[in-house]
């Protein structure tokens, strides 16, 4: 799995892939009682919530990633499906994460390992 150059190796997993409505939906009432109901497909906006471990130097590229505001990144799974993404702000922090051993010294190191969470949401693919 990646994002860009950014290699997730095949620790993490799309926790809410199967969570997402794909048709838009909205309902309301004539004047004359009956229901009105307005439906199409949704083209983007799905909620992309990978969780699982992450290394300490892969977070920090993912934050640096993430702190340079840039546009849309290309996230590659590890079944080869591509989707065009940006870092989901509205959910809370995009890039979260915990050491998994709470030593500060240890923590800090490349090779340390933390749970992570990166919340994105698919957006076009640029022209």
Same mark, same amino acid.
């Given at each position: #799995?990646? +994002?860009?150059?950014?290699?997730?190796?095949?620790?993490?997993?799309?926790q809410?892939?199967f =969570?997402?409505?794909?048709v838009?939906?909205?309902q309301?009432?004539?004047?004359?009682?009956? #229901?009105?109901?307005? =439906?199409?497909v949704?083209q983007?906006?799905?909620?992309?919530?990978?969780?699982?471990? +992450?290394?300490?130097?892969?977070?920090?590229?993912?934050?640096?990633?993430? =702190?340079?505001? +840039?546009?849309? #990144?290309?996230?590659?799974?590890?079944?080869?499906?591509? !989707?065009?993404?940006? !870092?989901?702000?509205?959910?809370?922090?995009a890039?979260?994460?915990?050491?998994?051993?709470?030593?500060?010294?240890? =923590?800090?190191?490349?090779?340390?390992?933390?749970?992570?969470? +990166?919340?994105?949401?698919?957006?076009?693919p640029?022209?």
């Amino acid at each position: #799995m990646t +994002l860009d150059e950014i290699d997730l190796t095949d620790n993490l997993i799309w926790q809410d892939e199967f =969570s997402h409505n794909g048709v838009a939906q909205a309902q309301e009432r004539s004047l004359t009682g009956g #229901m009105i109901i307005q =439906s199409g497909v949704k083209q983007y906006g799905q909620a992309v919530t990978l969780v699982g471990w +992450l290394e300490r130097a892969t977070l920090d590229a993912l934050v640096a990633k993430e =702190s340079a505001g +840039l546009g849309a #990144m290309e996230l590659t799974l590890d079944d080869a499906r591509e !989707f065009s993404v940006v !870092f989901d702000r509205a959910r809370g922090v995009a890039v979260e994460a915990t050491p998994i051993k709470e030593h500060t010294h240890i =923590s800090l190191e490349p090779g340390a390992w933390y749970t992570a969470t +990166l919340r994105l949401l698919t957006v076009e693919p640029p022209q």
